[in-house]
């Protein structure tokens, strides 16, 4: 399950770091993120890029205890969560959480499915600098291998973050006109480029035949990024944590900042092949560069 | 509210958080000269366009071309082309909307006042005819089929988008159905709002404004309007702020003159995508985040099922900067009492 099923909980402490570093686009970077119950790393526990995703359970009341441990304002958005005001995390329509300073956003765990959070405090900076991460809602069941209640199952499961970077905005700490611009010259899948991405345990796709992968896609970046699984047929089942109305059946599939799609591939024979992100320019469509890990079905 | 342990000084406690944090945003709209709409915003929300409406000859739709040399909150300006409402005719922010019944034959009476000549033209129609500078034409428009749609200029083409010279077409059921209907059978809405986006890169307006070419192969937007406005005034204008009540089904007639691919994510709401590019959508469920791509428009319904200040802004966050500079840029609010 690639990291994934093995702490589902109704609360969290999440601490905000702005000391953490990776290499990105073969620079050593100085990132931000959100770790998970104190344990300063991020993404899986492997990474401090991106942050560090939490499973909650459909319909039970939650909590997210935020301790800022860095010298800056922060907060924790749920993105997709439909959380009231208070707990929205948007310092113009409710409060930032001031250094050393700390808040618990408490709501109730909407429909099971995949979810988002991020800093929205100078959210252009913060969420480019790491500070985003996925919330994965289980059914109420707290079942690990089913989607929703009523939902599909699946054998294996996977979170995909997409991200782009621009690595002219790697020492900025305010928004402003170096920030009118963002021009990603490196792309990846959960923190890392193809070269690492590829092999990488927590990104890459491996079953066997027969075998349902359910793939869970987070756009955490600033373009719109092309699904490819090596040309397989795929089933896109779910989007912001809800049932599409209707099942697509595709090879590709776009996804826009912000959105996530929880994708559902069923392997019918043997394949070692690259499934593939390709992030698009608005203006032209052309692909601006690829992210790749191993898709292995043996 | 919940108070945690609190390592920052007294009076900055993470419990009085909430409150001064309406504080600084009451604070920074009265510092920007703003009054949040409430009431008056959705009276005006139940009105759009209905007036002219009930014209049975078809309506007469006011509008004029102007160059627009708009300042942003870091201090920098970028120029536009705009049409603005004349006459009756309404405005979202100062975006017109013309509003007319399907099989209707409106007057489409149009003042340029640009320094060029302009084709007024119903995006994906043909060009609309060829008005010069500094005079005034009405000619007849077949008011389009039931939907959103938009009026822009032919003769600018892909930088018309850019340029911001948009208004929008609502074209709504015959006068036999309810008003506030999607469709001859539902769903119905209880008010409705345009948000209209436009993306900007002021190289190309600078060029355009000059007389000159930009460099089409390169598009890189640093301005970012929804109703011609950015955020906080958004804000503080009733026809871009979505002000409603717990209860509402609310329209959003949300159209994207820009050439960015739009995901527009709602805080506190999933909403659900009815038409997009005026035909009727099956795939999406519910969703906080939607696709709008460039130069097209969708119909989204938003169930107002609980109170609260949310905001609506496009995720490349690009968007919901002035030039680089957070916050600004396309966020609106949702205000729901």
Known sequence: MAGLGTIVKPYYTVVSRMSGNQIIGGQSVGVWYFDRDGSNQGFMNNRQFPSAHLEIIEGLPSSVLFRNLSPMDHTIHLHGLDVDQENDGVPATSFSVPMMGSYTYQFLAPHAGTYHYHCHVDTVIHYHRGMTGAIIVRPSDSAIDRAWDGGPTFDEEVLWHLMTYDLNWKDISRSGLATARHRPGVFMLNGFESVQARDDLFTRLVATVGQRIYLRVLNSSYQWGRVRLAGLPFDVVASDGRPMRQVVTTDSWEIGPGERYDLLLTPTAPISADATVEYLDDWTGAVLGTAATRLEIT | MNRDENLSTPDNTPGDLPESGRRRFLQLAAASGLVLPCGGAIAHAATLGEAVEEMAAGPLWEIEAVRVE???????????????????????????????????????????SLTRGIRPTIVGGVP????????????????????????????LGDAAGPMGLGAVIISRLGASISRRTLRSIGPRYDREYVLFYVDSDDRWNTAIDAGGVPDFGVYEPNYHTVNNLTFPDTAGDAGTTIACQVGDRVLLRMCNLGWMRQSVHFHGYHVQIERINNQRQSIYGSKDTIPLPGHSTMEVLLPINQPGIFPVHPHSLTTTTDNGLYIGGQITLIVAT
Do not use: H, K
């Open chain 2, 70 to 112: 708009q300042a942003f909150s870091d201090g920098s300006t970028c120029p536009f082309f705009r049409y603005q409402a004349m006459g009756s005719t309404p405005s979202a922010g100062t975006v017109p909307v013309l509003s007319g019944r399907r099989g209707q034959v409106a007057q489409l009476r149009v003042r340029n």
């Open chain 2, 128 to 155: 609309g005819p060829w008005i010069d500078p500094g005079t005034e034409l009405t000619f007849d428009i077949d008011v389009p089929p039931m939907g959103t749609w938009m009026l822009t200029d032919a003769e």
